[in-house]
């Protein structure tokens, strides 16, 4: 048996010397060391064997094993390092090489200008409100009723709002006032917040309106507040935003849920005020609407109005950017044309 021990150890042996890869190796590993290889049947046969040439011949056994296990793993090393140098070298990259140029993505101009926005109102005092308050599929209740929006008002009709089939009175919100019901309801004053968000209307489209927009919002509510602080607030954002030298001017207008109200309309940057197609010929262009918080709204909120007083204000994101650039046809926000989007 220490025979054909030794005939098998000089086989493997043999076939190592011949190997001329890797997958060779494993072969020879398989033919001779496997759970069904050449030395394990060997061993198989021991117990037929005295108790003292088992000693003998398993020692034997084991040693040829180890043997050869080393030789294997060292013949294994070596084709490794050979097949890996190889790899390597044909791998090889040129590290001074220039690199290619690939084109980053960029943040689209009407994220830009909430950004814009939003900073200038952290600078006045004024928090974003949490997304809970603020959820794009609304009900008739937050963004109309609590609103002062009397049940026959025609904002509530088909024909200008986005109703939806998920249940009776669910909508795609024209506004986001719903923030500002809702922060009322939970946060006691003094209240300063700010609303962002997609609101939905059900517009014909045209190069000043569209029927997806975004939209910012705004509610201060503390003691005192008058409609010199509103002028002051607006007076403000205006001059960080669009500068000193830009020509506004407030008029009065009304809404349900303020009284009195107004609105804050911009000089028309394409024509300078001489009127264009973009300003339907007027020569400003509406940016906002604002006023102080209706004292019905106030009490439906369970605020106090005998002890508090507040403004509220809205403002389309695709009208200042639009005011801001010069951009004439609000459709080309949503065009995704990058000779548009690449300026920015």
């Known amino acids: 048996m220490k025979e054909q021990l030794q005939k098998i150890y000089d086989a493997a042996k043999a076939d190592l010397q011949k190997a001329n890869s890797i997958s060779d190796i494993e072969d020879v590993k398989l033919k001779y060391l496997s759970r069904k290889g050449e030395l394990n049947s060997i061993k198989k046969n021991l117990k037929d064997l005295s108790d003292e040439d088992k000693r003998i011949v398993g020692a034997f056994a084991n040693e040829v094993a180890n043997n050869l296990e080393t030789e294997v793993k060292a013949k294994y090393d070596e084709f490794y390092k050979k097949e890996l140098d190889e790899k390597l070298k044909k791998e090889k990259i040129d590290v001074t090489l220039s690199g290619k140029y690939v084109q980053m993505g960029h943040v689209h101009p009407i994220t830009q200008t909430i950004n814009e926005i939003t900073d200038i109102f952290h600078t006045l005092g004024f928090s974003v409100a949490p997304d809970k308050h603020s959820p794009e599929v609304e009900t008739e209740y937050f963004n109309f009723d609590m609103l002062n929006f009397p049940q026959d008002h025609p904002a509530k009709d088909m024909q200008d709002t986005f109703y939806t089939t998920v249940a009776p009175?669910?909508?795609?919100?024209?506004?986001?006032?719903?923030?500002?019901?809702?922060?009322?309801?939970?946060?006691?004053?003094?209240?300063?917040?700010?609303?962002?968000?997609?609101?939905?209307?059900?517009?014909?489209?045209?190069?000043?309106?569209?029927?997806?927009?975004?939209?910012?919002?705004?509610?201060?509510?503390?003691?005192?507040?008058?409609?010199?602080?509103?002028?002051?607030?607006?007076?403000?954002?205006?001059?960080?935003?669009?500068?000193?030298?830009?020509?506004?001017?407030?008029?009065?207008?009304?809404?349900?849920?303020?009284?009195?109200?107004?609105?804050?309309?911009?000089?028309?940057?394409?024509?300078?005020?001489?009127?264009?197609?973009?300003?339907?010929?007027?020569?400003?262009?509406?940016?906002?609407?604002?006023?102080?918080?209706?004292?019905?709204?106030?009490?439906?909120?369970?605020?106090?109005?005998?002890?508090?007083?507040?403004?509220?204000?809205?403002?389309?994101?695709?009208?200042?950017?639009?005011?801001?650039?010069?951009?004439?046809?609000?459709?080309?926000?949503?065009?995704?044309?990058?000779?548009?989007?690449?300026?920015?």
Not at 267 to 292: H, N, Q, V, Y
């Open 169 to 344: 009175h669910v909508l795609l919100r024209s506004q986001t006032s719903g923030a500002q019901v809702r922060t009322m309801a939970d946060t006691k004053p003094p209240i300063r917040i700010i609303a962002p968000g997609r609101v939905y209307r059900n517009e014909n489209i045209n190069s000043r309106k569209n029927n997806f927009f975004h939209q910012i919002e705004g509610l201060y509510i503390d003691k005192n507040v008058t409609m010199a602080d509103l002028k002051g607030v607006m007076n403000e954002f205006l001059r960080l935003y669009f500068g000193a030298s830009r020509p506004t001017r407030f008029r009065s207008s009304f809404f349900p849920f303020t009284e009195p109200s107004v609105e804050i309309d911009v000089e028309c940057i394409m024509c300078k005020g001489k009127g264009c197609r973009t300003c339907s010929g007027t020569g400003w262009l509406e940016i906002l609407g604002a006023g102080m918080v209706d004292v019905n709204v106030l009490k439906d909120s369970n605020i106090d109005p005998e002890v508090y007083t507040g403004f509220a204000f809205g403002m389309g994101v695709e009208r200042l950017a639009m005011l801001k650039y010069a951009i004439d046809d609000i459709r080309l926000f949503f065009s995704n044309d990058e000779r548009f989007l690449n300026q920015f």
